[in-house]
Each structure stands twice: as C-alpha cells, then as structure tokens.
C-alpha cells in the first residue's frame, strides 16, 4: 500500500458509508493480512455490481471476482430472540 493508494482510502470509506447508509451494501469487511475485501451487496445483476464498484476511488487497485450468492444466513437476519418481562 503506497501513499496514492492511502491518499484514496478516505474518499473510498466515504463511499462505502454512503452505500451501506443507502441499503446497497450489507456487509463490508477487509483483511489486512491477505490484503482482500469482501463486500455483499444488493443489486439487479452482476453488470450493476461492477458500476458500483468502478465509483470507488480505490478500483483502479482491485481485481475481483463478482459472485451471485444463492443463500446468506446469519444471526441478524433472524428475529429477535422473545424475552419476557
């Protein structure tokens, strides 16, 4: 990561918060140890996707790999856990 990448990481999270405020994106994690991001996101196809994604500040960096997911499950999608007063 050099500093015309770090220069972009900014603007890039201000993108990002933009998405996730707007209902576009559901998750968004990175790892700093292999480098990679995982991003799920709500969209028609996958030719929307990569418009999402070529908004970035920081595309020019990526390769990736765009994947329709067929389930995502977890504990926030379920209802809430009834607890009595």
Aim: proline share 6%; no cysteine.
């Amino acid at each position: 990561m050099n500093d015309d990448f770090m220069d972009l990481v900014p603007p890039h999270r201000t993108y990002i918060n933009f998405l996730i405020n707007k209902g576009t994106i559901e998750h968004y994690a990175v790892s700093m140890e292999t480098q990679r991001s995982w991003i799920t996101l709500i969209a028609e196809n996958k030719a929307a996707v990569e418009r999402l994604l070529k908004k970035s500040p920081l595309y020019k960096f990526w390769t990736y790999e765009i994947d329709e997911l067929f389930v995502l499950d977890g504990q926030h999608y379920r209802l809430p856990e009834v607890n009595p007063n």
